[in-house]
């Protein structure tokens, strides 16, 4: 039953509503990993329409106190996000360990992370990609299109793009699995040794197809983040343009405080 307090405070219904039901996850009295009352139910608890219902589960969802799967409904959070720290994901030492950066990344929160390979094969560069890789739009390159789960939920869709040139002496790379330390690892052991990785990061709503891929509800926001791999002479080796599900990552960066 919806509190008092949701009745007589001044604020905008809807956040009366995320505030008594995240006074209830917080308190145990929605524990973790339960379901999250329906549309109609909390409709009919709290008297109010639909619009204000789903407002109040999007500010749950903000304060990362709920996560939504698509066809599924909501339900209150039972671990949290990964925490995934730029400076140090691709340290060589993961790759030296055998571990591609998300699955160190999920390991290090509690999770257990999973990986569907969803295409490997010659495509044609984008705009945008063959720009960042100095090739003419167009350009055959190696594709690889992954789509990442933790605990058995999707987090993540990410494709990357290789340069032709690069890669077509590197067999394990047009493998499903690329083997141990993923594909920079097989690019490092072939001379293209690394030097650093430069990131675009933007926020935005899910298209529909993201919206399927990930399971979101529609309207979710998601992370649009393109990554160029640099080696040691300056040349970009990989693109990857990844789509994150917002509710599921906490981005720290590092910077040093120098010229």
Not at 9 to 14: E, I, M, T, V
Not at 146 to 167: C, I, N
Not at 230 to 235: F, P
Not at 248 to 259: E, G, I, K, N, T
Request: glycine share 8%; charged share 25%.
């Amino acid at each position: 039953m919806a509190s008092d307090d949701v009745a007589s405070s001044a604020k905008a219904k809807y956040l009366q509503i995320a505030d008594d039901l995240a006074a209830q996850i917080k308190s145990g009295g929605l524990a973790p990993g339960a379901a999250v009352p329906s549309e109609a139910g909390l409709m009919q608890r709290y008297g109010v329409a639909s619009g204000t219902v789903r407002k109040a589960v999007a500010e749950l969802r903000t304060a990362q106190l709920i996560e939504t799967h698509h066809g599924r409904g909501s339900f209150v959070r039972s671990r949290p996000p990964v925490q995934r720290q730029s400076s140090d994901r691709f340290r060589r030492a993961h790759r030296n360990a055998g571990k591609a950066a998300y699955l160190a990344e999920a390991e290090a929160t509690g999770g257990v992370p999973s990986v569907t390979v969803l295409f490997v094969g010659p495509a044609e560069a984008p705009l945008e990609i063959a720009e960042r890789l100095s090739l003419p739009a167009g350009t055959q390159v190696l594709a690889r299109k992954r789509r990442y789960f933790r605990d058995g939920v999707p987090t993540e869709e990410a494709m990357s793009y290789l340069p032709w040139d690069v890669v077509k002496d590197i067999p394990e790379v047009f493998a499903e699995n690329p083997g141990g330390g993923g594909i920079y690892a097989r690019l490092e052991e072939h001379g293209h040794v690394l030097a650093e990785f430069t990131e675009s990061v933007r926020a935005r709503l899910a298209t529909k197809p993201e919206t399927a891929a990930l399971a979101l509800s529609p309207g979710s926001p998601v992370i649009h983040l393109v990554r160029n791999a640099i080696t040691t002479d300056g040349r970009v080796v990989e693109v990857c343009d990844t789509i994150m599900a917002a509710d599921q990552f906490v981005l720290d960066y590092r910077f040093a405080a120098r010229d």
